[in-house]
């Protein structure tokens, strides 16, 4: 979406991209306002194609979970700086973080289990920083290893609030099979979430018990090549 000169918003330029998927990308950048390196998070749903009212409605979605992420003040959860739209490309600036995420940890360990006491330290920063989201009575509903980094320092913070339910108004984050039942890797996905139900906060404590289990096992639950077989596991 950049071509590391490409400035978005008039303010932030792009230096080089960090993170590619099916959500879009994440660039680090300077803002050349304030003098300081960032993270801007590149979302391009609004093409061509898309029906003007549905991308009206995406647009105030987009802001009311970019204003909910941003709201959210807590040591355990990455800052959201700034939010807007350039060139037709929604995009996100959060601090940049320096530290690795967790399925980056366990790429680097050969998916061998974490150290007890690192598992019980991420457990315990994590569960922190949900607590807090949920007295807000904000749920993440994507909660994996990828959105969980742990700082140089040791801090754990997540990642992408309110980005999932976006992603899902995008048509991004599930394909429906003919049964409609939510097709990918489901190996954190609640069972209200695989059957499409209205999710709360006992989903984000299902997810993260998924992310406590691969950390200190080396494998997600229900480990299997086959997705049917992982959702009727779940």
């Given at each position: 979406?950049?071509?590391?000169?490409?400035?978005?918003?008039?303010?932030?330029?792009?230096?080089?991209?960090?993170?590619?998927?099916?959500?879009?990308?994440?660039?680090?950048?300077?803002?050349?306002?304030?003098?300081?390196?960032?993270?801007?998070?590149?979302?391009?749903?609004?093409?061509?194609?898309?029906?003007?009212?549905?991308?009206?409605?995406?647009?105030?979605?987009?802001?009311?979970?970019?204003?909910?992420?941003?709201?959210?003040?807590?040591?355990?959860?990455?800052?959201?700086?700034?939010?807007?739209?350039?060139?037709?490309?929604?995009?996100?600036?959060?601090?940049?973080?320096?530290?690795?995420?967790?399925?980056?940890?366990?790429?680097?360990?050969?998916?061998?289990?974490?150290?007890?006491?690192?598992?019980?330290?991420?457990?315990?920063?994590?569960?922190?920083?949900?607590?807090?989201?949920?007295?807000?009575?904000?749920?993440?509903?994507?909660?994996?290893?990828?959105?969980?980094?742990?700082?140089?320092?040791?801090?754990?913070?997540?990642?992408?609030?309110?980005?999932?339910?976006?992603?899902?108004?995008?048509?991004?984050?599930?394909?429906?099979?003919?049964?409609?039942?939510?097709?990918?890797?489901?190996?954190?996905?609640?069972?209200?979430?695989?059957?499409?139900?209205?999710?709360?906060r006992r989903s984000d404590l299902y997810s993260f018990g998924?992310?406590?289990?691969?950390?200190?096992?080396?494998?997600?639950?229900?480990?299997?090549?086959?997705?049917?077989?992982?959702?009727?596991?779940?």
């Open positions: 979406m950049g071509d590391g000169t490409r400035l978005i918003g008039g303010r932030y330029r792009l230096l080089d991209r960090i993170g590619r998927g099916g959500m879009g990308e994440v660039w680090r950048a300077r803002d050349e306002s304030l003098g300081r390196q960032v993270a801007v998070k590149c979302l391009d749903p609004l093409g061509s194609q898309r029906d003007p009212s549905f991308v009206g409605v995406l647009r105030e979605r987009f802001r009311r979970e970019a204003r909910v992420a941003a709201s959210l003040q807590h040591r355990g959860i990455t800052v959201v700086h700034d939010f807007g739209e350039s060139g037709g490309v929604l995009y996100l600036v959060m601090e940049l973080l320096q530290g690795r995420d967790l399925s980056r940890l366990l790429e680097d360990n050969k998916h061998q289990p974490l150290p007890v006491d690192e598992v019980v330290e991420v457990a315990a920063q994590v569960a922190a920083a949900l607590a807090h989201t949920h007295d807000q009575g904000v749920v993440h509903r994507d909660l994996k290893p990828a959105n969980i980094v742990r700082l140089d320092d040791g801090t754990v913070k997540i990642c992408d609030f309110g980005i999932a339910r976006l992603g899902h108004d995008m048509g991004f984050t599930s394909r429906l099979t003919g049964t409609g039942v939510a097709m990918g890797t489901p190996h954190y996905m609640s069972p209200e979430q695989i059957a499409g139900q209205e999710v709360d998924c992310v406590l289990y691969e950390i200190a096992t080396g494998v997600p639950p229900f480990d299997l090549d086959d997705a049917w077989a992982v959702l009727v596991g779940h």
